[in-house]
């Protein structure tokens, strides 16, 4: 969906994040749910996108986003060191 002025959203950009302003690629932005905070809307991106990175392009596992329709589904065992952290929980 399209975005309104004053909507609570999370998002990325390659540069220039920490501003006031950003401009930044609508695809690379979501609305924060309604039961999460700024501070969750914050972290989430830092979290999942660390732990997609550590799972995807360091340890090897296939995107499943990207698998072709009607292959068959492999089941993956994950087992993660220090998983009290955001990244490790995630």
Not at 6 to 28: I, K, L, M, W
Request: glycine share 14%; charged share 20%.
């Amino acid at each position: 969906g399209g975005f309104c002025r004053g909507d609570r959203v999370f998002g990325f950009t390659r540069f220039g994040a920490y501003s006031d302003v950003v401009h930044a690629t609508p695809e690379f932005i979501r609305k924060i749910p309604r039961c999460w905070s700024f501070e969750q809307g914050a972290a989430f991106l830092v979290n999942a996108l660390t732990a997609w990175h550590g799972l995807v392009n360091v340890g090897g596992m296939p995107d499943l986003n990207k698998r072709k329709k009607g292959s068959e589904r492999k089941s993956y065992v994950v087992v993660v060191h220090s998983a009290s952290g955001g990244v490790g929980l995630w």
